[in-house]
């Protein structure tokens, strides 16, 4: 059972990037797939969440209207769209999964984690 985060990177401040959360060992099928960061310093945040079903995400206020999350099945895949970047958003980027509950905000609901991946946003 293993999740792979991917797609961070270095990008200016306004950009964009796609963060992709792949699953291998097992199916997604019936978990919500949540993001979290850890900014420097800071303790790791909720970011976006979708269920399996019904298919309604929610999101950090800080990324509501910016970041957009979805998902296919088909292809065991989440991807976290980030549009108009900040500094702020600068950090490490980790997806998770969870059957326990349909969309939670809390890290302690989440079973499985990726190992993380790395967004810098410079000013």
């Known amino acids: 059972v293993q999740l792979q985060a991917s797609g961070g990177g270095l990008v200016q401040a306004g950009g964009f990037l796609r963060l992709s959360c792949a699953a291998s060992g097992f199916s997604l099928d019936y978990y919500a797939i949540g993001w979290f960061r850890r900014a420097p310093g800071k303790e790791r945040e909720f970011v976006a969440v979708i269920p399996w079903s019904p298919n309604v995400a929610g999101y950090a206020d800080s990324v509501k209207g910016r970041f957009t999350i979805s998902r296919d099945d088909a292809i065991n895949t989440v991807t976290l769209r980030m549009n108009s970047l900040g500094p702020e958003d600068t950090g490490v980027y980790f997806c998770?999964?969870?059957?326990?509950?349909?969309?939670?905000?809390?890290?302690?609901?989440?079973?499985?984690w990726g190992q993380g991946t790395l967004v810098t946003v410079s000013s």
């Open positions: 998770a999964a969870t059957r326990r509950t349909i969309r939670s905000r809390e890290r302690s609901d989440y079973d499985y």
